[in-house]
């Protein structure tokens, strides 16, 4: 008779035990974790989190989805909306203090995957200081959260001095790639600190890589090492287009540069350095540019160069620079001789600029221009791409 009493009592624990089971639900950690990266909500991915921290064996996730947490919900003003950013504060502050390297890794491994709160949780890591820069130096010479790579080296100019040694260190071991020692060179340049000039004179001294001196000697050049002037210059017609482009991005900066130089330099067929050497004769002002820089509009370039050809023309066509280029400009678009739409939508987008435009109104009772666009708009260009900015710039003009 007791065996048959105690099959039903089992059974009905076992019962028990599912129901209690199944009512428990989703974790605090995995409903939070969920609250925070896919909804942004900081503020009840907060509370969430901060049970599961009390919840959970392992306190390292938790741990580091609260610094998330804190951060996001300071950077959008959430939790100053609701009365909290004191504890936010507090907590966010606290945390970064007491965060330790897996605690790092572990919001790096987070926020590989873009979410809304990936840029607060990367500024977190920013305000803790050099510690961070360690593991970013160690992460980028071993390939680790490859999607981080670019907000690693912007991470690392935040930094800025405080991290400068362990960037130099990690420079002056020939265990470095090069490729990874051209980024850090580049990260030197935008610190700005005259203290990396020594360790970037001894580098070039003892490197072959003729990418990585010509990095150098733009930054020494931006540092205040004026010599390293003319090697730049004459990077521009070095073979390794890796050199041009290091070169071409320096032009800038560079004082009292031959703007033929620049110009002869719109020749080269690496849309990068071209787009550069533009974006230089948009401080280097010259009007003999100007034809080059009509010249790219319609090139085989890609759209960079073409871009930044249309914002340099814009600034000459507000300095005076450009004659009545509105006419040319309109010839050319209703020529029929630009084939590509993209390149016809680069001419409109030149004429839809301010200078342009008043230059329109202007020849119109001259040229008749605003009206052959007209023409040209109604009975002649067909690809949509085109036809609606011009459709645009027309009735701009016309007002």
């Known amino acids: 008779m007791k065996k048959v009493?105690?099959?039903?009592?089992?059974?009905?624990?076992?019962?028990?035990?599912?129901?209690?089971t199944k009512q428990k639900g989703p974790s605090n950690l995995s409903v939070g974790r969920s609250k925070l990266i896919e909804s942004g909500n900081a503020l009840e991915a907060v509370t969430l989190l901060e049970k599961a921290e009390q919840e959970e064996a392992n306190k390292l996730?938790?741990?580091?989805?609260?610094?998330?947490?804190?951060?996001?919900?300071?950077?959008?003003?959430?939790a100053a909306s609701l009365g909290v950013?004191?504890?936010?504060?507090?907590?966010?502050?606290?945390?970064?203090?007491?965060?330790?390297d897996a605690e790092i890794r572990q919001i790096l491994q987070i926020l590989s995957t873009p979410s809304r709160v990936q840029k607060a949780g990367l500024q977190a890591l920013v305000d803790k200081g050099p510690e961070v820069s360690t593991i970013i130096l160690e992460s980028l010479a071993k390939g680790r959260y490859p999607a981080l790579h670019e907000n690693f080296t912007e991470m690392l100019v935040q930094i800025g001095p405080n991290g400068l040694d362990l960037i130099l260190a990690e420079l002056a071991d020939e265990m470095t790639p090069p490729a990874l020692k051209i980024k850090l060179v580049q990260v030197l340049s935008e610190i700005d600190d005259p203290k990396s000039i020594d360790a970037l004179k001894t580098l070039q001294s003892q490197t072959d890589d003729a990418?990585?001196?010509?990095?150098?000697?733009?930054?020494?050049?931006?540092?205040?090492?004026?010599?390293?002037?003319?090697d730049i210059i004459d990077g521009l017609d070095h073979s390794d287009v890796a050199v041009r482009r290091a070169a071409a991005k320096a032009m800038v900066d560079i004082a009292d540069i031959s703007t033929k130089v620049l110009i002869a330099g719109l020749e080269d067929d690496d849309s990068e350095v071209v787009a550069s050497l533009v974006?230089?004769?948009?401080?280097?002002?010259?009007?003999?540019?100007?034809?080059?820089?009509?010249?790219?509009?319609?090139?085989?370039?890609?759209k960079d160069p073409k871009q930044a050809a249309i914002d340099?023309?814009?600034?000459?066509?507000?300095?005076?620079?450009?004659?009545?280029?509105a006419k040319p400009i309109t010839m050319l678009l209703i020529g029929g001789t630009v084939s590509d739409p993209d390149n016809r939508l680069y001419l409109v987008q030149l004429l839809k600029?301010?200078?342009?435009?008043?230059?329109?109104?202007?020849?119109?009772?001259?040229?008749?221009?605003v009206d052959k666009l007209y023409q040209y708009h109604q009975n002649t260009e067909t690809v949509g791409l085109v036809k609606r900015p011009l459709g645009e710039l027309l009735d701009a003009v016309s007002k």
């Open 5 to 20: 009493l105690i099959i039903p009592l089992i059974a009905l624990l076992l019962m028990s035990f599912s129901c209690e």
């Open 61 to 78: 996730e938790p741990r580091a989805l609260l610094v998330i947490a804190y951060s996001h919900g300071l950077a959008t003003g959430d």
């Open 85 to 100: 950013e004191a504890k936010f504060k507090n907590q966010r502050s606290q945390r970064i203090q007491e965060m330790t």
């Open 211 to 230: 990418a990585l001196a010509m990095e150098i000697n733009t930054t020494l050049y931006q540092l205040g090492e004026a010599a390293y002037k003319q």
């Open 279 to 302: 974006k230089a004769l948009a401080i280097h002002q010259d009007p003999a540019a100007v034809d080059p820089l009509v010249k790219i509009l319609t090139s085989e370039l890609n």
């Open 312 to 325: 340099t023309l814009d600034i000459y066509g507000e300095n005076r620079l450009t004659g009545g280029l």
């Open 353 to 369: 600029r301010a200078p342009f435009q008043r230059q329109l109104r202007a020849l119109q009772s001259v040229e008749g221009l």
